[in-house]
């Protein structure tokens, strides 16, 4: 009987343990911040479900997003950040724009990954 529950036990804990993701590490974070920034700092607008906004908007909006995954612990990668926050619109599915004076207008999936392949180089 003792022996059951303790099988019982490390097969609860597995299951457990094998679900759950792992918070995302110092550097991702430093990484989603950076990216995150990286917009705000900039002169750029942002295009969401067919509306332009301001840097400080668009900041916002994604810091919003990040805080959710991170609750949801469905972020643990800049990448995945870009794919699931950054990309496109949760309620329409639409993907995000982002024009920067002198830019050719772009993906903000592009925009973002080509930052963060920058902060990565550096």
């Known amino acids: 009987m003792k022996i059951r529950l303790i099988l019982a036990m490390a097969i609860a804990q597995t299951a457990l343990t094998g679900s759950a993701t792992a918070a995302p590490s110092e550097a991702a974070r430093g990484e989603i911040e950076s990216l995150i920034g990286a917009l705000d700092g900039s002169t750029c607008r942002f295009q969401r479900n067919g509306s332009w906004h301001d840097a400080a908007e668009a900041r916002a909006h994604l810091q919003r997003k990040y805080d ?44 973002f990954g080509a930052r963060l392949q920058a902060l990565r180089t550096r």
Do not use: H, N
């Not at 496109?88 to 004076?101: N, Q, T």
């Open 68 to 111: 959710y995954l991170l609750k949801k612990d469905k972020v643990d990668t800049a990448e995945q950040f870009i794919e699931r926050a950054a990309s496109r619109s949760s309620m329409s599915g639409k993907p995000y724009r982002i024009a920067c004076p002198g830019q050719p207008e772009q993906t903000a999936a592009s925009w």
